[in-house]
């Protein structure tokens, strides 16, 4: 039992190969308080991609939460068996680079859209292993250039801001103008706004709004979205038809229209085509794999009685898994990354309280994600109350996606030539296909910066 642990020892769990599975309620207990924030928090978030699912894959609604609930129960395996000590997330960033690829005329069918997605899934599974087992990850992450990191993650930024306000714009923020607003308004506010950080300080309720997310933006949502006729004198934009019971999920169904082995492989051009999206969201990955690791090791000086074995190589082959797993059986890239970087800001910041607060950094990771088990999924009133809000949930994620990103890719280039670098590529990312935005990246760098050694090369 997870109280069993000597004071600064790894917390225990059931060794095998270079990876320790820790078993919910064996080896970690149930954190109550992540436990409902997960519950309501992940369960939702995970819905906001329904309508991606729906949109460009053709599955029915049902079959799109089915869909999710695979990727949840892969995405779980990450602490639960691989004992990865971060909250697994969406590789976010590379999200709006998928729409953007899978949106083109070329994959004009579900089918082909899935096969580009296994390709890329496969592509990242094979780079995540190769480098995890030889240990060259950071080796090949310090050799990029700032201005290619940088124009890659607001290539990222522009995708994610024009499939929202210029490319789906008639299915998204048209459709709920008022209700999506106003949800952005908040989640901008309650995420980003420096005022808030200040008053969250002073302000322990605000904080706790602030650290759950999409959610405060989802409940607004609900609540104006019903209202909007009385202020435009037309129809609701949001219109509730809530059913009761259980939500019997059609996985085989899923699986049935998702998995290679029923719908047939990717040729080897599809390979080709998927690499440099794959490329992409790996230089991505690896600054949430890097960012969690930080954060970890922030908060580790607070909780001496438990030691974080923290393993870059292991989470390179873990990811590697996992995203081969989903490749497989039911392919939606990028869904399998390595960090929820709010969530693992909440976790670790109560886990550094003490013992008493958490027992175990295990113990709040797994409880946030409710041991693996989707049980929002199968709750048919909540869902079906959901389904009106999946266009906000979607123009949220996406907005939310490209604004972080915007900011973190600025503060990337460290010269103004370097800048115009970021743009460039970004812009060029943003409109062309994976290849020729990666291609304008890299003879931009080549010519207007040049190949320079990093700090760390530099470095005696």
């Given at each position: ?17 270079p ?15 992540d436990l409902?924030q ?9 819905l ?17 939460v089915?869909?999710?609930?695979i ?12 004992g990865e ?20 005329e ?14 890329a ?5 094979a ?15 310090a ?7 940088g124009?890659?993650?607001?290539g990222?930024?522009?995708?994610a ?6 490319d789906?714009?008639?299915k998204?923020?048209h459709?709920?103008p ?7 308004v908040?989640?901008m ?15 322990r309720w605000?904080a706790?709004l602030?650290?759950?997310?999409l ?10 979205g019903?209202?909007t ?9 949001v219109?509730?038809?809530i059913?009761?019971?259980i ?13 290679p ?27 949430d794999i890097?960012t ?5 090791k ?5 909780r001496?009685d438990?030691?974080i074995d923290i ?5 390179h082959?873990?990811l590697?898994i ?10 939606f890239?990028?869904y399998?990354?390595?960090l929820w970087t709010g969530?693992?800001?909440?976790i670790?910041q109560?886990w550094?309280?003490g013992?008493k607060s958490m027992?175990?950094?295990?113990s709040?990771?797994h ?9 929002l999924?199968f709750?048919l ?6 389904k009106p ?10 907005v939310l996606?490209?604004f972080?990103?915007?900011y973190?890719a600025?503060?990337?280039?460290k ?17 062309f296909?994976?290849?020729v ?7 931009a760098?080549?010519l ?8 760390e090369?530099?470095?005696?």
């Amino acid at each position: 039992m997870s109280r069993h642990r000597e004071s600064g020892s790894v917390h225990p769990g059931i060794s095998w190969g270079p990876f320790t599975a820790r078993i919910p309620f064996i080896h970690t207990r149930l954190e109550w308080q992540d436990l409902i924030q997960g519950i309501f928090v992940a369960g939702a978030t995970g819905l906001a991609t329904v309508p991606i699912l729906t949109h460009y894959l053709d599955l029915s609604f049902e079959e799109a939460v089915a869909c999710m609930a695979i990727q949840t129960l892969i995405l779980c395996s990450a602490p639960i068996f691989f004992g990865e000590p971060f909250a697994p997330g969406m590789i976010t960033p590379a999200l709006p680079l998928v729409l953007l690829a899978i949106g083109g005329e070329e994959l004009d069918t579900p089918a082909l859209r899935l096969q580009f997605m296994t390709a890329a899934a496969l592509c990242l599974a094979a780079i995540l292993l190769i480098l995890g087992i030889t240990g060259l990850g950071s080796r090949f992450i310090a050799w990029i250039p700032n201005g290619l990191k940088g124009g890659i993650i607001l290539g990222a930024a522009i995708a994610a801001l024009k499939r929202v306000f210029l490319d789906d714009a008639d299915k998204l923020i048209h459709l709920q103008p008022i209700t999506t607003v106003t949800a952005l308004v908040v989640c901008m506010v309650l995420i980003f706004s420096e005022p808030v950080q200040r008053f969250k300080k002073r302000y322990r309720w605000l904080a706790l709004l602030a650290s759950l997310g999409l959610l405060p933006g989802f409940l607004t949502a609900a609540i104006v979205g019903p209202l909007t006729g009385f202020f435009t004198g037309g129809p609701a934009e949001v219109v509730y038809d809530i059913e009761w019971g259980i939500l019997w999920l059609p996985v085989g169904a899923a699986v049935q229209k998702m998995s290679p082995f029923v719908i047939g492989w990717p040729d080897l051009d599809m390979f080709i085509k998927a690499f440099p999206l794959a490329l992409m969201s790996y230089v991505i990955l690896f600054g949430d794999i890097i960012t969690g690791t930080e954060i970890i090791k922030a908060a580790q000086k607070a909780r001496p009685d438990e030691k974080i074995d923290i393993n870059t190589n292991r989470s390179h082959i873990s990811l590697a898994i996992r995203n081969a797993t989903m490749a497989l059986v039911a392919p939606f890239f990028p869904y399998q990354g390595a960090l929820w970087t709010g969530v693992q800001v909440v976790i670790v910041q109560r886990w550094a309280d003490g013992r008493k607060s958490m027992d175990s950094l295990f113990s709040g990771i797994h409880s946030y994600y409710v041991f693996g088990i989707p049980i929002l999924y199968f709750c048919l009133p909540i869902v079906t109350a959901l389904k009106p809000l999946m266009g906000v949930a979607l123009s949220l994620t996406l907005v939310l996606t490209g604004f972080a990103c915007a900011y973190v890719a600025m503060a990337i280039p460290k010269t103004t030539i370097e800048r115009g670098v970021v743009l460039l590529t970004a812009v060029a990312l943003a409109i062309f296909s994976p290849w020729v935005g990666m291609a304008v990246g890299i003879a931009a760098t080549v010519l207007l910066v040049g190949i320079k050694p990093t700090e760390e090369e530099e470095a005696p």
